[in-house]
């Protein structure tokens, strides 16, 4: 069984920043990828930021982050970052972290709240 657990949701201001963390309990450089994922009340759960180790490293956004988030791994501590600046209210979801030992064989991690509210 691997351990996916996300930190650093919270409660921020429009315009603000915060950095998601998730450690893996395995090596995130040997499987076959690694990402965020957010559900807003109400909506599907949709794909934030990927890397795809199998297409060496390929990063691949959402359309609607539009350069103001940056997923980063730290493969030496089987961390998974997310950095999220410029929030905006509608950024106000339940984050998830993914990882994907191979095609059929995955697992996600319980969620963190991001609320972005004045």
């Known amino acids: 069984q691997v351990q996916v657990m996300e930190s650093g949701g919270g409660l921020v201001q429009p315009g603000g920043s915060l950095r998601l963390s998730c450690e893996i309990s395995?090596?995130?450089?040997?499987?076959?990828?690694v990402g965020w994922y957010r559900q807003a009340p109400g909506r599907q759960r949709e794909l934030v930021a990927a890397i795809t180790s199998t297409s060496g490293g390929r990063i691949d956004y959402g359309d609607f982050v539009k350069g103001r988030f940056t997923i980063s791994r730290d493969n030496t501590k089987n961390l998974l970052y997310l950095q999220m600046n410029s929030l905006k209210p509608e950024d106000t979801a339940v984050y998830y972290c993914h990882a994907v030992i191979r095609d059929d064989w995955d697992f996600w991690g319980q969620g963190t709240q991001v609320t972005v509210s004045s």
């Open positions: 395995v090596n995130i450089f040997s499987i076959n990828g």
